[in-house]
């Protein structure tokens, strides 16, 4: 079964007395293990389809299967318990928490998980921080770290609830080119070894020759 699985989807914004068709018919099936990235120029649609994945928005008409279940019949709470349990975000300006270290701003996603226990709570802390190499910095605000460390910070946080899906929102957009690809690296490293399911967009062509597959969009539609 498809982790993700999109049929007809299509999205429109209302702006004032208009529609702004972003999504006009998608079809998407991603598996999980999939590093999947989704390319196109800005406009195109990326962000919208990212945010209907995750369940941050509704889409105009179509369905959404998560795991086989169908999003666009859940109600707003079970969407929710669906986006704190199965799926991490990470964004292109990082949207860390600036009065928290690194420790604290990794550990947040976990303090509204009842269930864990204090010493597995430390375990995952330290497990992903870690994984993305950040061990040296624990005690550093965001505003002590560079560009690509704050997204590491922002990546560790998105695996930190075990999720089954991790999208991520133009995560090297703020970066130079060299951090980029060794965000890129990370994520695709994660990806292999922990069998994160990835599903990453970009504007950027550059990237594309590094991740598993390629899904292009082109004003609301997958080209390829
Ligand atoms: P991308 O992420 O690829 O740059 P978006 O998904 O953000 O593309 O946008 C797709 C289209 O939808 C664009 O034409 C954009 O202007 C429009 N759009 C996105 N968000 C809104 C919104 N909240 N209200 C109106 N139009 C929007
Ligand atoms: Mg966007």
Not at 47 to 74: F, H, K, R, W, Y
Not at 117 to 127: F, G, H, I
Not at 190 to 212: A, M, P, W, Y
Request: hydrophobic share 40%; net charge neutral.
């Amino acid at each position: 079964m498809a982790l993700v699985k999109l049929s007809g989807v299509k999205k429109s914004y209302k702006l004032g007395e208009t529609l702004v068709p972003a999504l006009r018919g998608i079809d998407l099936e991603i598996r999980a293990g999939e590093f999947t990235s989704v390319i196109g120029a800005s406009g195109s649609g990326k962000s919208t389809l990212l945010n209907l994945v995750g369940c941050l928005d509704q889409p105009t008409e179509g369905s959404i299967q998560i795991s086989g279940a169908e999003v666009t019949e859940m109600n707003e709470t079970q969407q929710c318990d669906l986006r704190n349990e199965k799926i991490g975000f990470i964004f292109q300006s990082f949207n860390l928490v600036p009065v928290l270290n690194v420790w604290e701003n990794i550990e947040l996603p976990l303090l509204v998980k009842a269930k864990l226990s204090l010493d597995e709570r430390k375990k995952r802390v330290a497990s992903v921080i870690s994984a993305v190499g950040l061990d040296s910095f624990i005690e550093h605000k965001p505003d002590q770290l560079s560009g690509g460390q704050r997204q590491r910070v922002a990546i560790a946080r998105a695996l930190v609830t075990k999720p089954s899906l991790v999208l991520a929102d133009e995560p090297t957009a703020n970066l130079d080119s060299k951090t980029a690809h060794m965000i890129l690296d990370l994520m695709a490293d994660l990806n292999k070894t922990q069998n994160v399911t990835f599903l990453f967009c970009s504007h950027d062509e550059k990237l594309i020759g590094r991740v598993g597959r390629i899904v292009r969009i082109q004003d609301g539609v997958i080209v390829e």
